[in-house]
């Protein structure tokens, strides 16, 4: 085969993935747009969801510091705060609701992180990228540090370790089923669901870890850069930096609503350039963070400032 035809057959590749993920993105355009005739009430009639189209943003472009890589941002529901983490000299970095950086933590032991999800008061969930592993770990407002430690910690590794940067992502975690979601970047997207892993200390894990790829191919997103579970709906929201897009999948796994992070869309002024996490706090006010620094945060219903 010449090169020539190599060269052909990826750009033919790469045609056909862009066009089915536009075609599925359109489809899902025009069943909203059916669904809002139908009500008549300029809402879409898909049952419940979080009504992502009436988010604008209040806070946006707010720089976090003089941090350099932020990636990925949780809620702590229990101090009321938000955790981002960054993969560079990586270390936690807790910020108050109003994007107010108020405290930095240091990682010991841990390689290229780029996700960090609270479960429950005092532990969250680390994901490592390169090495395709889950780390719970303690933070609380008296941890000066944290430190990875394979005996002490509850940990997961799923696949061989790999150099190619599209691993693990973004993490979301569902505390009702005790779920934990772990997104994987792209080629392909994944969406993994790990049941099992936080049976009580001393009982012995069954953990089960389950892909749907036919929801995956559903998602219309060149990547994964985050997620959260959303408890009140039992929906997912995803986070796509490259296709500019937050994805709201149900309990079933299909979209059922879409917000655009492009400027002019949702009261921004400028498209958010490298959208790397997001998160819900107890109000369903939701926050963004980008690349290097930038913090966002969108309110229903309210006017951007």
Not at 67 to 94: C, F, G, K
Not at 113 to 134: D, F, S, T
Not at 147 to 158: C, E, I, N, S
Not at 251 to 274: E, F, N, T, W, Y
């Amino acid at each position: 085969m010449t090169a020539f035809a190599v060269l052909c057959g990826v750009a033919a590749a790469a045609w056909y993935g862009w066009h089915t993920r536009w075609l599925a993105r359109q489809g899902f355009v025009l069943q909203r747009e059916i669904a809002q005739a139908r009500s008549g009430t300029g809402a879409p009639d898909l049952g419940t969801t979080l009504m992502l189209d009436r988010y604008v943003a209040d806070i946006q472009a707010l720089r976090v510091g003089d941090e350099a890589n932020m990636s990925s941002v949780t809620y702590d529901a229990q101090r009321h705060i938000l955790v981002s983490i960054t993969n560079r000299q990586p270390h936690l970095l807790e910020l108050s609701l109003d994007g107010v950086l108020q405290r930095r933590v240091p990682l010991s032991g841990f390689g290229d992180p780029e996700a960090v999800e609270y479960l429950v008061p005092g532990r969250y969930m680390i994901a490592e990228e390169r090495r395709r592993r889950v780390t719970e770990v303690t933070l609380d407002a008296g941890t000066d540090q944290v430190v990875f430690d394979t005996g002490a910690q509850r940990h997961l590794t799923l696949g061989p370790p790999d150099d190619d940067n599209r691993g693990f992502e973004a993490l979301a975690y569902d505390a009702g089923r005790q779920r934990l979601y772990i997104g994987k970047e792209n080629d392909p997207v994944r969406i993994f669901e790990v049941e099992g892993l936080f049976a009580p200390t001393g009982q012995p894990l069954n953990v089960n870890v389950h892909v749907d790829p036919a929801r995956d191919r559903r998602l219309f997103l060149t990547d994964i850069s985050g997620m959260v579970h959303d408890s009140r709906t039992g929906h997912l929201l995803v986070l796509s930096d490259e296709s500019k897009l937050v994805i709201e999948l149900d309990a079933a796994g299909q979209p059922v609503g879409m917000m655009s992070l492009r400027a002019g869309q949702h009261g921004l002024l400028k498209d958010i350039p490298q959208a790397e996490g997001i998160a819900l706090d107890d109000a369903g006010n939701l926050y963004i963070v980008s690349e290097p620094n930038l913090f966002y945060r969108f309110r229903q219903g309210k006017v951007a400032g």
